[in-house]
């Protein structure tokens, strides 16, 4: 998958609703950044499960869904929704949530350097406004023009390969909450009962 698809109210109200409040309870680290420049900014993230510093990790890939489900039953509810409807037979890797508040963005930044390894963005605000900013930004691949914006609407997700350059764009000082994301990435498909094979 090169392109960006974006799909939107993949949730019902209900679900949205539980979602977002979930996402936005307690539970909060910070020190999260996508940028390993020095004056990168920090955010606050929560790390449910899967690789945590690096794909480098001694991880099982069949066990991270697992993992999940052990985790947070709600959320891995919603992951096997996204498989079986916009990610078919993909393996998780890792899911997380992020939370930005007002004036801080992510930095330009690559997921992965293999094309079938996925990124799936979940927006589970209940509200957002144009003036409200925050969108994903994707780049060429030379990194120097933008070939799509993508705004973080209610109850949207995206899906795109990882290495496709993308940066999130910092929300209005006037936004009514921080911009919250919740991420999927996945390991791409097995091939031939290899875990993480594509």
């Keep these: 998958m090169t392109e960006i698809h974006v799909f939107d109210d993949i949730m019902d109200p209900f679900s949205h609703q539980k979602t977002w409040e979930f996402l936005e309870g307690p539970g909060w680290r910070f020190g999260a950044y996508s940028d390993d420049h020095p004056d990168a900014d920090k955010y606050w993230f929560k790390h449910f499960a899967g690789y945590s510093a690096s794909g480098v990790e001694e991880r099982d890939p069949v066990g991270i869904a697992e ?10 509810k919603m992951w096997e929704g996204i498989v079986a409807s916009f990610l078919p037979r993909q393996l998780l890797g890792r899911c997380y949530a992020n939370r930005m508040p007002p004036g801080i963005g992510g ?5 992965s350097l293999v094309a079938s390894h996925l990124t799936a963005i979940y927006y589970p605000h209940l509200e957002w406004s144009p003036r409200d ?3 994903v930004l994707f780049y060429d691949d030379a990194e120097r023009d933008v070939v799509r914006a993508v705004a973080p609407r209610p109850n949207r997700l995206v899906v795109f390969s990882g290495t496709i350059p993308h940066v999130a764009r910092p929300i209005s000082n006037h936004a009514k909450s921080d911009r919250i994301s ?7 498909v097995p091939v031939a009962g290899v875990a993480g094979g594509a």
């Excluded at 930095?107 to 997921?111: K, S, T």
């Excluded at 919740?182 to 791409?188: D, N, R, S």
């Design 133 to 135: 900013a925050g969108e």
């Design 107 to 111: 930095g330009l930044h690559r997921d």
């Design 67 to 76: 993992e999940l489900r052990s985790s947070c039953l709600p959320l891995y």
């Design 182 to 188: 919740l991420v999927f990435k996945t390991l791409g």
